[in-house]
């Protein structure tokens, strides 16, 4: 006859009936879980490091007041202008396509976009003449869509095409400056660039046969400067501004100017 030892193993561990009611009073007997509970599965000691983080909101770019923000500047014919009586202005020899500009406006409206251009001038400090040559003023500062000849025409069409579409509403920047060794410019995010590139496809079509792509902002540019000092200057604000997170900004408009007119001589193509 098998022995209690060899009919039990005594090894095997037993979970220990749960007890769902009751007092072991002959009013209220014992209740026990039952057997085929899903419950009576081995349960797994949770540890504090099993607990998921909570999750992180994605950080806010901290905003300025809305008197301190920068803006491009409004046109100066409010936009009462025809196309072919804005583009007259560029006429010249008899030639009626003048040389434009197209291009996108950002509202400067974050503390970390306008901190970064103080410590741009701050580390400038020492060349001021270069600084007011080639730094990008308030009110002039884009990102290029197109530069070229357009005719009245081309212009209408293009303006015309931005009904139905939306713009991306914002433009993130990559940190620092980009590698370009001819002057300092801020570059944009790849997914902020491709969107970009995208609009720029639908807007212009076959118009567009520049080199422009859409993937910086100017900040420093040369304008034919030369010598020592020019390469110290824009050598020391890009020391300075190494790695520096520019964050993004709201976009504002997208516009139309001729060459060398000034930025408030334009036509908005698109607000939003």
């Not at 007041?65 to 202005?89: C, I, M, W």
């Not at 639908?202 to 567009?208: C, N, R, S, Y």
Request: hydrophobic share 35%.
């Amino acid at each position: 006859m098998a022995s209690l030892a060899a009919a039990i193993d005594v090894d095997a561990e037993t979970p220990t009936p749960r007890v769902v009611r009751g007092t072991g009073s002959s009013a209220a007997p014992l209740e026990l879980e039952s057997s085929d509970s899903d419950n009576d599965a081995p349960r797994a000691k949770r540890r504090r490091s099993d607990v998921p983080p909570p999750a992180q909101a994605a950080a806010v770019p901290a905003l300025l007041p809305t008197a301190e923000h920068v803006l491009p500047p409004d046109p100066v014919d409010g936009g009462r202008n025809s196309f072919e009586s804005f583009l007259s202005q560029g006429h010249h020899n008899g030639n009626r396509k003048p040389e434009c500009l197209v291009y996108l406006c950002c509202r400067e409206s974050t503390e970390s976009f306008r901190a970064g251009l103080a410590r741009c001038k701050e580390s400038c400090d020492e060349w001021p003449h270069i600084q007011d040559k080639c730094f990008q003023r308030d009110g002039s500062r884009h990102i290029s869509f197109h530069k070229g000849r357009l005719s009245a025409g081309q212009v209408r069409e293009m303006a015309e095409r931005f009904r139905g579409l939306t713009l991306p509403t914002e433009v993130a920047f990559g940190p620092g400056f980009n590698n370009w060794s001819a002057g300092n410019y801020i570059g944009l995010a790849r997914s902020s660039r491709d969107a970009l590139r995208a609009l720029k496809k639908e807007i212009l079509g076959p118009i567009d046969g520049s080199n422009n792509k859409c993937d910086h902002l100017s900040l420093y540019r040369k304008r034919r400067l030369k010598g020592p000092d020019v390469d110290a200057a824009f050598a020391s604000v890009r020391r300075a501004m190494a790695g520096y997170d520019w964050g993004s900004l709201p976009v504002h408009s997208i516009r139309i100017k001729i060459m060398r007119k000034p930025y408030d001589e334009c036509k908005v193509l698109f607000s939003v």
